[in-house]
């Protein structure tokens, strides 16, 4: 019995099938010319030889139908039998389709709750340095009008220059808070982002995703381009061309990470809050 190889090929099938049509071919030639020669001696050794002849034709002719047969259903088996095993070795080693599903990266940022509760504390603490600013500006801007009423001398030179000092102070003061201020919303960003990583990922593994991209296929080319070499650095910004809405997960991680949020102490916004004010975290349950 010839046993099947999981790894054959449909050309080796079809190279075994062709050898047993030309065996049962060769076989079948071989017992006609057996049969022929045996008929024309027993024709010449009277009739009862003629009779016996022809028997053994008939059962020569059975036979070779008989065994053609046979053949004929080894081969198919062979070639169901091993086409049979090479589906099953395909089947085991295709992979699973990959499921795709897309968000607006600008949109989950928008809709977060944690970036609406650190906007408010970004603005608590712009507010601060503004009304430093405001003070001092208050201060020199007395200081210079006493200066103007002074007589010159010597103390007004003096406090001239104390003057200056406190406007170069000022304008130190006001760039540093600028600094600041742009330092804490970029680690504000960064912060969001890593809790979008980490968030995308357990959406992903919960409904089976195998990637999540970040569509951009509302990207415009802004109007502000001048030149040709900015819109076509636009263009080639842009890693996704279509997508179908149905691949978007967008409002499926707001919520995730929303609840999660609030799961943790944070607050939902508030719009009733005047502006500056930072919003009381609420109780985890």
């Not at 059975?62 to 081969?75: E, F, Q, T």
């Not at 999660?260 to 975290?281: M, R, Y």
Request: hydrophobic share 40%; glycine share 8%; charged share 30%.
């Amino acid at each position: 019995m010839i046993e099947p190889r999981a790894t054959e090929r449909p050309s080796n099938r079809s190279a075994r099938w062709a050898a047993c049509q030309r065996l049962m071919c060769a076989r079948s030639c071989a017992m006609d010319r057996e049969q022929r020669v045996g008929g024309v001696s027993l024709a010449g050794g009277g009739g009862s030889g003629a009779h016996a002849g022809g028997g053994r034709e008939a059962r020569g002719t059975r036979g070779l139908w008989a065994m053609a047969v046979m053949l004929s259903v080894a081969a198919l088996g062979v070639v169901a039998s091993t086409s049979g095993v090479a589906h099953a070795v395909a089947s085991r080693l295709a992979p699973p389709p990959t499921i795709v599903a897309t968000i607006d990266l600008e949109r989950v940022i928008n809709g977060l709750h944690e970036r609406w509760a650190k906007e408010r504390e970004l603005e608590v603490l712009k507010r601060k340095y503004e009304d430093d600013l405001k003070r001092r500006e208050s201060e020199l801007k007395t200081e210079s009008e006493l200066i103007n009423v002074m007589a010159p001398g010597p103390q007004r030179e003096e406090r001239a220059e104390g003057f200056e000092e406190k406007a170069v102070d000022g304008r130190v003061r006001s760039e540093l808070f600028e600094r600041r201020l742009e330092a804490r919303r970029t680690q504000m960003f960064a912060s969001m982002y890593k809790s979008i990583l980490k968030a995308s990922a357990g959406l992903a593994e919960a409904n089976g995703y195998g990637l999540i991209l970040s569509a951009d296929d509302t990207l415009q080319i802004p109007e502000t381009a001048k030149t040709a070499q900015e819109a076509r650095a636009v263009i080639a910004s842009r890693r996704v061309i279509f997508q179908s809405r149905s691949l978007d997960v967008t409002e499926d991680l707001i919520t995730l990470m929303n609840n999660q949020w609030i799961a943790e102490g944070g607050a939902a916004p508030d719009k009733s809050l005047p502006a500056g004010t930072i919003p009381q975290p609420s109780k985890a349950r």
